[in-house]
């Protein structure tokens, strides 16, 4: 019986380039043609977003497209991942206002080069797993809260209301919506309203389409043909540069280096979270493997020279990197193609960039936020268990009224309490001892593999999972999972099962789940799992399992 282990032995194989890979695997003019379109169906997306993104930071545009250029080539050419695409991203916005606000950009700039070197460490020492430990609804409550977040501050913009100072939280901000409300710009409404109407209708009959840069040209040929007196790029920051500056530093001191130290923590911490879930998902569309690690290094890396460049945090996007999937990107190729594109386009299209409107941006990013959000599997948590439940929305009620940093840190204590309770129950009341550990054995006809999952199923465990389909050369065609001495899952657990299931629906292979206790076969049926196995997907013993899963293999 194979066991779950720890960390990993250090190996200089952990921080090798998927660049290197590809490129040692061979690299012809096939891949270099299917990569350039990638890159640029890419770029083309990451244009608006970018600039949108860096405004709802509290700078100026020109920043973000920055970002997208310098870390957005390093993280594809040193990370990982086959498919990373990174760049500014929603995760940041919230943290990266705060700090402006507060220390200034140069306050920005170091927290992002302490973040970075962070994020380096963090690689070396091997880090890359345990980041994947964060439970399943602390990451969808703070991601949810910042979406929240995100679309309250987009409101002024879009309706053209005038505030008589800076929101300085979420309640000041719907606070001064309500008392600005008559200084509602119909013109700039129409802008934003057409805009979002272009996006969501091309969302619905051609998503393949690049339908944010679409929406916001609509907007802007509006405001050209109508002649419409809305903001816009031009008129608020005065238009986008067409080169990249010259690198530089800020003035540091000790005593900035400790302010900002918690600020910088926030951002390495949410770099390297969403970056790895980025490529997660990366693996889960493609079938591959990212090195956790090796990713974090890139990260690191990518966002010091983000900082040095004039540029704001950058980590994984994870909708820019499932566009470049389906685009057919072969090799990380694709990802720094799409920073030169970014870069072409900046040179020939600065002067028309400075006619894009401010309630176009605010629409696209009204947009991002909606699907940031999560809301499905917000309400698909929302039937977790109870313990899960309050976690979730701690975490997304601390976010949006104190401070994401609290947040986090809240909902991951709070997490690892509820976890050592749910153990003490778990092991009183199924009498399973001391026992919590999880392994798995193999013994079953040619086609079928069986695994058994010892101890209770929670998210310190979760990620190991996935991890069996890495393991297999060949995928069966038929995985039987004993579960009888699983007493207790959370939603973790059930989430990283639902992503194994659908892992081996892509591989062309079957689930079926035996002795499933009552605990974790009621969380499943609540929360859809069940009924995705389908009528022969759970068995009440092994004989039965065996039984249909040699009906399934048999010619």
Request: with cysteine; charged share 15%.
């Amino acid at each position: 019986m194979a066991k779950f282990e720890g960390l990993p032995a250090f190996s200089f194989n952990m921080f090798m380039p998927k660049l290197v890979t590809c490129l040692r695997e061979g690299y012809g003019p096939a891949r270099f043609r299917a990569d350039a379109m990638a890159g640029l169906t890419v770029a083309v997306v990451a244009l608006p977003l970018a600039m949108a993104f860096a405004i709802a930071s509290g700078t100026t545009p020109d920043r973000g497209l920055f970002t997208a250029v310098v870390a957005g080539f390093l993280i594809s050419a040193l990370g990982g991942s086959r498919h990373q695409i990174g760049g500014p991203t929603g995760a940041f916005v919230v943290v990266v206002f705060g700090i402006i606000q507060q220390h200034g950009y140069d306050g920005l700039v170091i927290a992002t080069l302490m973040a970075g070197v962070m994020l380096v460490a963090g690689g070396l020492l091997g880090l890359g797993a345990v980041i994947k430990y964060v439970p399943y609804p602390v990451v969808t409550g703070f991601t949810a809260g910042i979406a929240a977040i995100i679309f309250s501050t987009q409101v002024k913009d879009f309706f053209g209301l005038a505030f008589p100072h800076t929101p300085a939280n979420f309640l000041d901000t719907w606070r001064l919506v309500g008392e600005s409300i008559a200084t509602i710009r119909l013109p700039t409404v129409a802008v934003g309203a057409l805009t979002l109407a272009v996006i969501l209708v091309l969302r619905r009959f051609r998503p393949t389409w690049p339908i944010m840069l679409i929406g916001v040209v609509v907007g802007a040929l509006l405001v050209w043909l109508a002649n419409f007196p809305v903001e816009t790029i031009g008129s608020r920051f005065g238009g986008i540069p067409r080169s990249l500056p010259a690198p530089s530093l800020p003035e540091v001191s000790l005593k900035r280096l400790i302010d900002l130290a918690p600020s910088a923590f926030t951002i390495a911490f949410l770099a390297g979270i969403e970056s790895l879930l980025s490529a997660v998902i990366a693996d889960g569309m493609t079938g591959r493997r990212h090195r956790s690690n090796g990713e974090l290094v890139a990260q690191g890396v990518a966002n010091i020279a983000s900082g040095i460049f004039g540029g704001i945090p950058a980590t994984g996007a994870i909708a820019r990197t499932a566009t470049n999937v389906r685009a057919g990107a072969q090799t990380p190729v694709a990802g720094m193609l799409h920073a030169v594109f970014l870069f072409g386009f900046m040179w020939l299209l600065a002067p028309l960039a400075a006619m894009i409107p401010l309630a176009s941006l605010a629409a696209v990013l009204m947009v991002v936020a909606w699907f940031m959000s999560e809301a499905k599997g917000f309400r698909h948590l929302m039937r977790a268990p109870r313990s899960d439940r309050l976690v979730l929305l701690l975490t997304f009620g601390l976010t949006i009224l104190v401070d994401i940093t609290v947040a986090i840190g809240v909902g991951v204590v709070l997490a690892s309490l509820l976890f050592m309770r749910r153990m003490a129950q778990a092991t009183h009341i199924e009498g399973d001892g001391d026992q919590a550990d999880a392994g798995f054995e193999t013994a079953a006809p040619p086609g079928v593999v069986m695994y058994r999952i010892d101890g209770p199923f929670f998210f310190g465990v979760a990620a190991h999972l996935n991890e069996i389909l890495d393991r297999i050369g060949s995928p069966p065609k038929v995985f039987v999972l004993r579960l009888g001495h699983v007493p207790f899952i959370d939603a973790s657990g059930a989430h990283a099962l639902e992503e194994f299931i659908n892992r081996c629906r892509l591989r062309g292979a079957q689930v079926i789940l035996t002795h499933v206790q009552s605990q974790p076969l009621n969380v499943l049926k609540a929360m859809g799992i069940a009924g995705q196995l389908g009528p022969d997907g759970i068995a009440d013993t092994v004989e039965v399992a065996l039984a249909t899963a040699q009906r399934l293999v048999s010619p």
